[in-house]
């Protein structure tokens, strides 16, 4: 079972979602909403899984945002979408950023196994 999607948006850093530490901000909520509007229906893919996200941003933001700040809010967003069970079951992760003329963010996710 995969997951894998594309959405056109600019993807949140988790030092703008929060006040103080329990409080989520406007713009967070904002974006949480957006981003699950954007992520298209799929069947949640079970147990163990590993994930990659690619943030494609502009020249402009490029420089100034921490990509592990970015991935944070996304694990918990696509819980919320139902494409994983929970963002604990995440066994491994990829990460990337890279330059483009617009925002977005790929999604990937596919069920792995515990490695012994």
Request: charged share 25%.
């Amino acid at each position: 079972m995969e997951i894998q999607t594309q959405i056109p948006i600019h993807a949140l850093s988790v030092n703008k979602a929060f006040q103080g530490r329990r409080f989520k901000t406007n713009l967070y909520k904002c974006y949480e909403q957006e981003t699950l509007i954007l992520l298209p229906k799929k069947e949640m893919v079970t147990g163990w899984v590993e994930v990659w996200y690619t943030f494609g941003m502009t020249a402009k933001t490029f420089g100034i945002s921490d990509t592990g700040n970015m991935e944070k809010l996304l694990s918990d967003i696509i819980v919320r979408k139902g494409y994983i069970e929970d963002d604990r079951k995440i066994l491994k992760m990829h990460l990337e950023k890279v330059q483009s003329a617009v925002h977005y963010v790929i999604i990937k996710i596919c069920q792995t196994k515990l490695s012994n």
